[in-house]
């Protein structure tokens, strides 16, 4: 796994583009973190556990964005209500399929970041955030049964 999640300092988000893509994956974090919530009421114990601390690594990357953008004087977006999910969520396998799908979600938005930026310090908080992703949507992937568990470029479209 990586290191704990860095916040982009701010003077790393005033290019517009970049603070354009640190919006979105901001974004990716407000609804993982709702999925996550959501998901956890449908998983057995063993499971629930590892969901809760993976929820934790979201609302620790959320907060540091949060805190960088407000601090490049961006106004960060605010999290919905509620979010729309691929498919309703009923029983333990929904929920897992879920989370599988909002960490590709939360993958894709932080490569986004990665492609649309220069600067190697943020560069590799992105890199962090997908790799990081990557690697939890591969267990929740991998507990649904889906094969392969990975996709060959994690964070494509």
């Not at 003077?11 to 919530?37: F, I, K, P, R, S």
């Not at 959320?62 to 961006?74: E, K, N």
């Not at 939890?136 to 507990?143: I, K, L």
Request: aromatic share 4%.
């Amino acid at each position: 796994m990586s290191r704990a999640p860095g916040p982009p300092t701010p003077d790393l988000v005033t290019d517009a583009d970049t603070a354009a893509a640190l919006q979105t994956a901001l974004g990716a974090e407000h609804a993982a973190v709702w999925c996550y919530g959501l998901a956890t009421a449908f998983l057995a114990a063993a499971l629930d556990q590892r969901a809760r601390a993976d929820a934790t690594t979201h609302r620790v990357r959320r907060d540091a964005t949060i805190r960088s953008l407000a601090g490049a004087d961006r106004r960060p977006v605010t999290a919905e209500p509620a979010y729309a999910t691929p498919a309703p969520v009923v029983d333990q396998a929904t929920a897992v399929a879920l989370l599988a799908a909002v960490e590709a979600d939360t993958a894709a938005a932080w490569r986004s970041v990665l492609e649309r930026c220069d600067d190697p310090g943020l560069r590799l908080v992105a890199l962090d955030a997908l790799t990081d992703a990557a690697v939890r949507g591969a267990r929740w992937a991998g507990q649904a049964g889906t094969r392969p568990p990975v996709p060959p470029f994690p964070g494509a479209a």
